[in-house]
């Protein structure tokens, strides 16, 4: 699943409608905050050992391994690239985000922030670049170039202090500083509660009558910490499941 199939919702979470989390089984109770960095979700080896965890208190989380297997565990390396290519990928198909970074890669090459830079407004623009998604990724070359973004920081940041420190960059909101801390930095607790792709898959998952908004998303979450960065991957995996298996042709982002 490429990162235009996970989107924010980009409305705001109305009323939770009476969904309820387990009712405190959460696994991150009594954690130590010194073993979180031994719980980082950085291989498949460690993917599958945090969702046989929630399997063990979530009979939902167990079916779904039992019948879509592991889900991917999606790496991106971490810097400029990665963080480009999420402001590419908004708002656009699957196969345009594709042809738009090839020719971006092209036309910047190194693929560094000073460089892109050097780029000029029809450069951008011929790679498939819109003015406004031109704005963001100058935001972006601009702060690394000076040092005001230092992708380094974040490994000494919790999880809503490194979201912080991304979102200073134009076009780069909350979801997408997520959705990065969850694929390039193995953070395992990371939860986009806003993205449509996961909503869908927990409204399949748990087999809810309706799909669940914002908030019913944060109080679904509470029993999968601290690995809701691994639930979040299975959702996704187990969104694409569902829909192969009903013979459906899911377009939803």
């Given at each position: 699943?490429?990162?235009?199939?996970?989107?924010?919702?980009?409305?705001?979470?109305?009323?939770?409608?009476?969904?309820?989390?387990?009712?405190?089984?959460?696994?991150?109770?009594?954690?130590?905050?010194?073993?979180?960095?031994?719980?980082?979700i950085q291989d498949d080896t460690s993917l599958k050992h945090a969702l046989q965890e929630l399997a063990e208190t979530d009979k939902d989380v167990a079916r779904a391994l039992s019948e879509a297997g592991l889900p991917p565990l999606r790496y991106r390396p971490p810097g400029f690239a990665t963080l480009l290519r999420i402001i590419v990928a908004q708002q656009v198909s699957l196969a345009a985000a594709a042809t738009i970074w090839s020719r971006l890669e092209t036309a910047c090459q190194p693929l560094e922030p000073r460089r892109l830079l050097q780029l000029g407004d029809e450069d951008l623009r011929a790679a498939g670049l819109s003015r406004q998604k031109q704005?963001?990724?100058?935001?972006?070359?601009?702060?690394?170039?000076?040092?005001?973004?230092?992708?380094?920081?974040?490994?000494?940041?919790?999880?809503?202090?490194?979201?912080a420190h991304i979102t200073r960059v134009k076009g780069l909101g909350r979801w997408s500083a997520e959705v990065y801390l969850l694929f390039s930095h193995g953070r395992p607790d990371v939860w986009p509660a806003d993205d449509v792709g996961l909503m869908i898959g927990m409204e399949r998952l748990k087999r809810l009558p309706e799909r669940p908004t914002v908030k019913d998303m944060r109080v679904l979450?509470?029993?999968?910490?601290?690995?809701?960065?691994?639930?979040?991957?299975?959702?996704?995996?187990?969104r694409q499941f569902a829909s192969e298996t009903t013979g459906g042709t899911d377009t939803l982002p």
């Open positions: 699943m490429g990162m235009t199939e996970m989107q924010p919702t980009g409305g705001r979470g109305g009323k939770a409608r009476g969904f309820r989390h387990g009712g405190g089984h959460s696994l991150s109770e009594g954690l130590k905050s010194s073993r979180m960095t031994q719980l980082m704005g963001y990724a100058r935001s972006l070359a601009e702060l690394m170039a000076a040092g005001e973004l230092d992708l380094q920081v974040l490994e000494e940041l919790d999880d809503e202090a490194a979201v979450g509470e029993d999968w910490r601290p690995y809701r960065a691994a639930a979040a991957r299975l959702l996704w995996h187990y």
